[in-house]
């Protein structure tokens, strides 16, 4: 009696009970459930902020529907790239690092991430770890992605025998023609050399630079350079003036320095020859400066420049025609007020632009310091090519 009494009391207590954790259960499961029904929502929402522009918004509701659905792998990369996009590194990082921790995460998604994770870091600047990161991706499905990568991390770090290396790389996959990035590449090489007063391996490198790009025009540039510092005026000329058989616009860029090599040599009627003659089939205000360098007579010099002037009607030729008047010639009192104005006009024409991102600089780079672009400026000024665009 005493055993029926007691299962009599303990029956009802544990229907009880069992009764209160079904209705828990089916709380949390209807919660759960809830949630998932916002998540799709908040979604939307944030996708409708981004295109309106409104970041903060967009990141906010990206972090709602994560609550909601925290296994939502693309939730992940949408507010990692937006995080990473507002320059806010170390939480994209944490983003993706999340992601990397899951061990159920696919291997697409495990590969996505740690690309997303690599970018990361290049963005905030920690390039060691942004390379460790792209090094992983070598044998991924990015493979040539993390390749280009590592290769602009190469460059920033001015490491360029990595950089030769993953662009020959690069190469090799089809991913595009480098020869002229890893002619400049050696170029790069060949300058850390010479600084280091390593003449034979600099020589060495320039010699690969051609190899590399026949018809490079800095590797003869910098050759003809180091010969007239060794006082080899007449193979730093020939070096120069084999310019004109490789890139004949580009002699331009050396007509001071043949000029000067020619006066130096003893050399002047054959070197003005010479210049003529390439003034006259690439014409360029650079030719013409050497022409009228190294013409000892007044009134040929303001017969070049006024010819000049005719067939190529900038204000450059017209500041050279100021500048060289015709000798006993009646020169206007305002001559001095021209020239003055057009010294104005072309202070910001006599400038060259980067054919890539259009970045401007007073002096020619082969390596464009906006775009980060090789070889990207054409060998003639603003003002030069506006009259060829004409």
Known sequence: MEFDLWLLLVLPLMFALGWLASRVDLRQIGKERALRRDAPQAYYRGLNHLLNEQQDKAIDAFIEA??????????????GNLFRRRGEYERAVRVHQNLLSRADLPRESRERAQLALAQDFFKAGLLDRAESAYEDLRRSAYASQALTALLQISERTQDWNRAIARASELEQRAAGAYQRQIAQYWCELALQHHAAGRAQQAEQALDSALQAAPQGVRPRMLRAQWAQQRGELALALKTLESIDLVQPEFVALAAAQIAQLR??????DEGLAWLRQRLQQTPAIDLLDAVLLLDPDPASQARYAQDYLQSHRSLLALKRVLEHPTPGAAVPEA????????????????????????FEARHYFWHCPGCQGWETYPPRRLEELSLLGS
């Open 66 to 79: 994560m609550t909601a659905d925290p296994d939502t792998v693309d939730l992940h990369f949408a507010l």
């Open 263 to 268: 006066q130096q040599l003893g050399q002047v």
């Open 335 to 358: 001559a001095a007020a021209m020239q003055g104005a057009v010294d104005n006009a072309l202070r910001s024409r006599q400038r060259y632009r980067c054919a890539a991102c259009g």
